[in-house]
């Protein structure tokens, strides 16, 4: 089991951030540093790495990114997460100044995962043959768009027990090479959809997701296993009122407030409990944590770059960002190796099979139910985070297992019912029949008596 890499990047100061309002950090050392707030409190800070004002683009990708690409490389699943108020470098430590054609020093990760993943493919290419697709989306006030095919504006997010969360019919791009897989990104990028606030003139307000397949056919044995790696580059945490947003914008901040505190609620709920009890953890509250539910579940490996300004300007965003790492660094991954499959049953079409479950499942559904009472469970279960929404087969089929023991709980309890009322039953009986009995001997000894006593009266008057 191993934590969540969790680090800090500070920024240097911006040219709107006046010097003289003096910065909020001290460095410690490489991990360890000094927090100041307004009030000149001081919070000692300890993460697995902190990247000051001077650091390097690779150092980073060194620390952070690189042994995760290795994994994914090798099927396991890996996330990596930039956070932190608008303005604060999430963009910047992502792509660099720009994704193509940039000085080779100021390259962000997202350039570097690129480079990194073709050329640990092509050093491995003699044992397994890869396949390497890439998706991009952007959660924008609560829709999944696909950023490499615009008509696609609203994307469901499903679940499969063998896959885990995927993006329903989203655009997957099979990719050669680096140079391929740059071009397709500067396209999904050109097409987010961005807004202004006073926090940062060209900052996009929206999450943005790059999702890499990494699929690894093996040359000996025909086995596929698969590895997914998900950059995230989230929009600014920083509360509503600070970007001076108003009408629309301001929709947005509130919308994505609310994705990030749902982000921050399932980040309290898997850190907070006891280890006995299951939690509810609220995936579904929003997209966002739908999507990452399995890099924060646990089935990835996960980074997390908390992106902050040194200045004191900023100090309440910043330590509100240090403050999301550290409970961030209390999740627990265990990361596992994905499936191993053979590769005929990869190709097997399974969506005829799948529908067919659907069909007899819902068709069971609908015997026994009403179409009031289906609705009404579908309401009880979105409330309760059961299902996300009943297009999803795996969801029915778990809906229609709820159903099922809950229908047999209540046949269990009838028939406990029923016994508990024949037993009753029978004792009733039973007293009625020997109360019966002794009325029947009552009477025949009244019988017998008026027979003896009319004999005597008989035999004495003759
Ligand atoms: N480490 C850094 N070194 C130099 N400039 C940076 C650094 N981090 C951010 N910047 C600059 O600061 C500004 C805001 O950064 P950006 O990455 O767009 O913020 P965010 O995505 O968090 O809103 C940009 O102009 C960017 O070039
Ligand atoms: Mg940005």
Not at 237 to 247: C, F, I, L, Q
Not at 262 to 267: E, F, H, P, R, S
Not at 268 to 281: C, E, R
Not at 433 to 440: G, P, S
Request: a negative charge; aromatic letters at 6%; one cysteine or more.
């Amino acid at each position: 089991m191993s934590n969540v890499t969790v680090c800090a990047r500070f920024r240097p100061l911006s040219s709107k951030e006046n010097r003289d309002d003096g910065v909020c950090v001290r460095a410690i050392d490489s991990e360890t540093f000094v927090f100041q707030d307004d009030k000149d409190d001081e919070f000692t800070f300890n993460l697995d790495r902190v990247f000051y004002q001077d650091s390097a683009q690779a150092s980073i990708y060194d620390f952070l990114a690189l042994p995760i690409v290795t994994d994914a490389v090798n099927a396991i699943n890996g996330t990596i997460i930039t956070y932190g108020q608008t303005g604060a470098g999430k963009t910047y430590s992502m792509e660099g100044p720009g994704i193509q054609d940039c000085d080779e020093h100021k390259k962000g990760l997202l350039p570097r995962v690129v480079d990194g993943m073709f050329d640990q493919i092509t050093s491995s290419k003699d044992f397994a043959s890869y396949t390497v697709k890439l998706s991009m989306v952007e959660i924008y006030m609560e829709k999944v768009r696909d950023l490499l095919d615009l008509s696609k504006g609203n994307i469901q997010i499903k679940e499969n027990k063998t896959q885990g969360i995927l993006l329903s019919g989203v655009t997957e791009v099979p990719v050669s090479d680096s140079t391929e897989a740059l071009q397709l990104l500067c396209t999904g990028l050109a097409n987010r959809a961005v807004g202004e606030t006073q926090m940062n003139m060209s900052s996009s307000r929206s999450h943005c997701a790059y999702l890499f397949t990494i699929q690894q056919d093996s040359v000996t044995d025909k086995r596929v296993k698969t590895g997914k790696l998900i950059l995230v580059d989230l929009a600014g945490s920083e509360k509503a009122d600070k970007t001076g947003a108003e009408g629309k914008v301001l929709d947005e901040a509130k919308t994505i407030n609310k994705s990030l505190s749902a982000l921050g609620n399932v980040i309290n709920a898997l850190t907070s409990g006891s280890s006995s009890k299951v939690n509810h953890i609220p995936y579904r509250d929003s997209k966002l944590t739908r999507i990452l539910q399995d890099a924060l579940g646990g089935n990835s490996r996960m980074a997390l770059l908390c992106c902050c300004s040194p200045s004191n300007s900023n100090a309440s965003e910043t330590l509100s960002t240090l403050r999301f790492g550290m409970r961030a660094k209390h999740i627990k991954a265990s990361p596992r190796a994905s499936e191993v499959k053979s590769a005929k049953t990869q190709e097997e079409p399974c969506s005829v099979t799948k529908d067919e479950k659907c069909g007899r499942v819902l068709d069971k559904m609908k015997e026994r139910m009403s179409k009031e009472d289906i609705k009404m469970l579908e309401e009880v279960f979105i409330q309760e985070g059961i299902i996300f929404s009943l297009d999803s087969m795996e969801e029915v089929e778990t809906g229609y297992k709820d159903i099922v023991s809950e229908t047999i709980k209540s046949l269990e309890q009838t028939l406990e019912e029923l016994q508990l009322k024949v037993k009753k039953l029978e004792a009733e009986n039973k007293s009625i029949k020997e109360q019966a009995l002794r009325k029947q001997e009552s009477a025949a000894v009244g019988k017998m008596s008026r027979f003896i006593s009319s004999w005597y009266a008989s035999f004495f008057t003759s």
